[in-house]
């Protein structure tokens, strides 16, 4: 039934099409930002992306501020970017890594210019030109294959577990068993339940890599002492009827339906193989999404039970709840209601996993999200370790 | 919402507790679907999508989900009573029973 589904997208230099065809405007660190938001609001077209933090960051936070940074500008959706730098060493390094990707890029380096004035001035010239070049691309059809989808759930309850993240899992399936990317993360929710998703780990390397994770994320709290309870499940998990992370974690699993485990991937890193990945990222969802979309996710799939509004800057991000109280509460927000799932015996989850991957098929060609109407967008890199 | 008899789901038939489908009152009777079909008479007022003991559960008895341990009984819970934060507790991440050992 779902054979066929195709979409239409923006062609880029190398890898996957865009679904979105946007000139990102992009802070190396939070000192620019105020130039980044500047240039992004004189110029249309634009998807300004600033950071907080960046300077003095050192060993696996410096690595992982960078990769993600790269990763977002390389995202399929942006078309071209303009790198926004404070000095030249740091805005070089990220232009530097976007050179891969293959697409137009420009940098203006604001304490090297002379000043605010001049680098509004000097970045929304190149901005409009970047702009202007975008502009010309046009969508063509490409297939399933070509969409890497990010599993995202947040504002969980029973609801997300029972309904809304299994459907997810059956479009992921179809996306997988088309020949496209699935991506899962959240390492925490992954706690108490594990030993299930190991044992679907195409190889025992894959295996170990992923059971090494969730271990290294829970040694942490037991070895400061530290008792998750309360902060996962969160208190909006908790009045929405889940009681520990283990059942948290088994509800949430669910996201990644049935097929096998081919790669580990670390927090902003991309696949090099298609089928089902897991990325090591925080469970917050902000910092979450963020690291998908410097996967390279082109699309989000995010589930939330009692209601969690944010979607992620660079990806578009397609709401989706079971729970009829939501649906109806949050109806703003929600882009895809699956209550019936639950309130109806005879609605089959087959049928409504195709009636999602059509939608995403039409959010991929450009319909737009809820979300991306009302700007409920965000991005935070995680950050890992004290900077100096 | 239509007015169609309270119902819980069962998502294993090894599972001991079941999630309720709409907003329970005490001494409603719950139709159980999913993996098996049973009913359960609700012992308290419980919400919308929490969970309720399906049979009686032990202190320090496993709760069974998923047909896995989502944790364990901190006290005796009744056939019909409300299944959550103030009567089991999670067994992962607890660095503070880590401090105690």
């Known amino acids: 039934m779902t054979v066929g589904v195709s979409f239409l997208g923006y062609p880029r230099p190398r890898g996957v099409p865009g679904i979105r065809n946007h000139v990102a405007i992009l802070s190396v660190m939070d000192n620019v930002n105020p130039v980044t938001r500047g240039i992004a609001h004189n110029v249309a077209g634009t998807l300004p992306i600033t950071m907080l933090f960046g300077r003095g960051q050192y060993g696996y936070d410096r690595e992982v501020t960078y990769r993600t940074l790269a990763g977002l500008g390389a995202n399929p959706n942006i078309a071209a970017v303009l790198v926004v730098g404070l000095e030249s060493t740091s805005a070089d390094e990220v232009v530097a890594r976007l050179e891969e990707s293959g697409k137009p890029c420009d940098c203006i380096v604001v304490a090297e210019m002379g000043g605010t004035i001049r680098a509004l001035e000097e970045g929304t010239r190149k901005a409009q030109r970047l702009v202007i070049e975008a502009s010309r691309l046009r969508r063509r059809e490409y297939p399933l294959s070509q969409l890497r989808m990010g599993l995202e759930c947040g504002g969980s309850d029973t609801t997300s577990g029972l309904a809304a993240n299994p459907l997810m899992g059956r479009v992921a399936d179809t996306l997988i068993d088309h020949g496209g990317t699935a991506i899962i993360s959240e390492t925490w929710e992954f706690v108490g339940a594990e030993h299930l998703f190991a044992e679907r780990a195409q190889d025992p390397d894959v295996k170990r890599e992923f059971l090494d994770r969730i271990r290294s994320a829970e040694n942490n709290a037991l070895s400061r002492g530290l008792d998750v309870r309360g902060t996962n499940p969160s208190p909006d998990n908790i009045r929405g009827g889940l009681s520990t992370i283990e059942e948290k974690s088994l509800g949430a699993m669910a996201k990644a339906g049935s097929r096998p485990l081919v790669g580990v991937l670390d927090y902003g890193e991309p696949p090099h193989l298609s089928g089902l990945h897991y990325m090591d990222t925080p469970a917050a969802a902000v910092e979450s999404m963020t690291g998908l979309s410097a996967g390279g996710c082109q699309v989000l799939l995010f589930a939330t039970g009692v209601g969690n509004t944010i979607d992620c800057t660079t990806t578009p991000t397609i709401k989706i709840t079971a729970n009829r109280n939501t649906a109806v509460a949050l109806a703003d927000n929600i882009d895809f209601d699956a209550s019936a799932l639950l309130d109806s015996q005879e609605v089959r989850m087959d049928a409504m996993a195709d009636q999602l991957l059509e939608f995403v098929a039409d959010v991929a060609s450009g319909t737009l999200t809820k979300g991306e109407v009302l700007k409920q967008q965000e991005l935070a890199i995680s950050r890992f370790q004290p900077s100096t | ?101």
């Open chain 2, 1 to 101: 919402m239509e007015s169609a008899k309270l119902a819980a789901f069962l998502i294993h038939a090894s599972d001991n507790v079941v999630t309720l489908l709409g907003q329970g009152k005490e001494g409603d009777d719950c139709d159980v679907h999913g993996a098996r079909r049973s009913s359960v008479v609700l012992k308290e007022d419980i919400q919308y999508g929490h969970k309720v003991a399906l049979r009686d559960i032990a202190q320090g008895e496993s709760i069974v989900k998923y047909a896995q341990t989502i944790g364990r009984a901190t006290q005796p819970i009744p056939a019909g009573r409300w299944v959550h934060v103030h009567n089991i507790e999670s067994l992962r991440g607890r660095g503070d029973l880590e401090e105690q050992r």
